[in-house]
């Protein structure tokens, strides 16, 4: 995670990386960079919450039902993590929608990666489905990376699509 004041926002810009996440009620900005990967962006509208997860993998069973790989890299773990967070923090599940970003086909080369982009995506919906919370805005799929920027205090996502697979984090190219 990265920390900086945004001299173009005026406020603190949060970005996070894969495998992790963050809420907050504070008036920031939670930013990051997807290929593949997916970010549920999560906001209570009455307690003005938001939080963001960026996973990589949708994550497979090992074992039984109750054992899902454990760590934020995966969609289950990452997103329920997610949601008890916004609960810690005073949310009620009633008042939490959420808006889904990523799972672009940007991964190169081998073929045993060409379910990844569909699987997380799949994740997040069914996840999403399973905990009562409603998705009002997707972007997914497609050849596209994606710069996600979220207002903690409105819910607004401010959204780039790229056909370049080389693109930085660098706030000053975002155009809200």
Do not use: W
Not at 1 to 15: D, H
Not at 88 to 113: P, R
């Amino acid at each position: 995670m990265n920390t900086q004041f945004s001299q173009r926002y005026e406020k603190r810009l949060v970005t996070i990386h894969p495998g992790e996440l963050y809420v907050s009620s504070e008036d920031e900005i939670i930013a990051t960079l997807l290929g593949s990967c997916v970010a549920v962006c999560l906001h209570d509208r009455e307690k003005k919450i938001s939080g963001m997860n960026h996973y990589m993998l949708e994550g497979k069973l090992s074992g039984s039902f109750n054992n899902f790989e454990s760590t934020n890299k995966h969609a289950f773990h990452s997103l329920t993590t997610l949601i008890k967070e916004m609960l810690k923090h005073g949310c009620k599940k009633e008042n939490i929608t959420a808006k889904v970003f990523g799972g672009g086909k940007v991964l190169a080369g081998e073929m045993k990666f060409h379910t990844i982009p569909e699987d997380n995506i799949t994740a997040a919906r069914i996840i999403l489905e399973m905990e009562d919370i409603v998705i009002t805005e997707s972007d997914t799929g497609g050849k596209f990376t994606r710069k996600v920027l979220l207002e903690t205090k409105t819910g607004k996502v401010f959204l780039k699509k790229s056909l370049n697979t080389n693109v930085a984090m660098d706030e000053a190219t975002v155009n809200p």
